[in-house]
């Protein structure tokens, strides 16, 4: 399949990724997931905005990373930097500057090897593997940074977003 063919279908909030040609579609997300998801979305959407950043955008949203090798990917949670926002059309036409990725069983080996692999490749700046499970964020400034792990009440550091204050407590945590 072509990227031409895969935006020409309909739109759809179903996770599907276009692999070098290959459509693979992905089951729904776990309840787990998706609430990491919201609760990460909000707190990074509100840092954002206040300091006046960029964009941050929840999956599904379509990321072409490879027009030619017919490369899209839909990462969980996006950040597109101001500066970078021409990158920002019906899909993003190029690589974000932060990319999050929301582990699961069926897709955690996959996140950690390959998409670390095509991000590292097409030019994401820090790629953060959140672990509902283990609950930690691992953040690897790329391409070549070794993973930095964060948990409990420690307080995140990103590269790309310096000012950013937020600890994997408050993003784990499933109080009502």
Same mark, same amino acid.
């Given at each position: 399949?072509?990227?031409? +063919? ?6 759809? $909030? !179903?996770?599907?990724? @276009?692999?070098?040609?290959? $459509?693979?579609?992905?089951?729904? *997300?776990?309840?787990?997931? !998706?609430?990491?998801?919201?609760? $990460?979305?909000?707190? &990074? ?5 206040? !300091? ?12 072409? @990373? ?7 990917? !839909?990462?969980?949670? @996006? ?24 582990? *699961? ?29 283990? +609950? ?24 790309? &977003? ?15």
């Amino acid at each position: 399949m072509t990227v031409e +063919q895969y935006f020409s279908g309909d739109e759809t $909030l !179903q996770r599907h990724e @276009l692999r070098f040609g290959t $459509l693979v579609r992905e089951p729904s *997300s776990t309840y787990a997931h !998706q609430s990491v998801v919201g609760r $990460l979305f909000v707190a &990074l959407d509100d840092h954002v905005r206040q !300091q006046r950043a960029g964009v941050v955008v929840p999956s599904p949203m379509d990321v072409v @990373l490879d027009r030619e090798h017919a490369l899209i990917v !839909q990462p969980d949670i @996006l950040f597109v930097a101001s500066a970078r926002m021409t990158i920002c059309r019906s899909a993003i036409e190029g690589a974000p500057d932060l990319v999050v990725e929301v582990l *699961s069983p069926g897709t955690r080996r996959h996140d950690a090897t390959t998409k670390l692999e095509w991000y590292r490749r097409y030019g994401v700046r820090e790629y953060w593997l959140v672990d509902p499970s283990g +609950q930690r964020i691992d953040i690897l400034v790329l391409p070549d940074g070794e993973p930095r792990r964060f948990d409990g009440d420690g307080v995140v550091v990103s590269a790309v &977003l310096p000012a950013l204050s937020l600890t994997p407590a408050k993003i784990f945590d499933t109080r009502l």
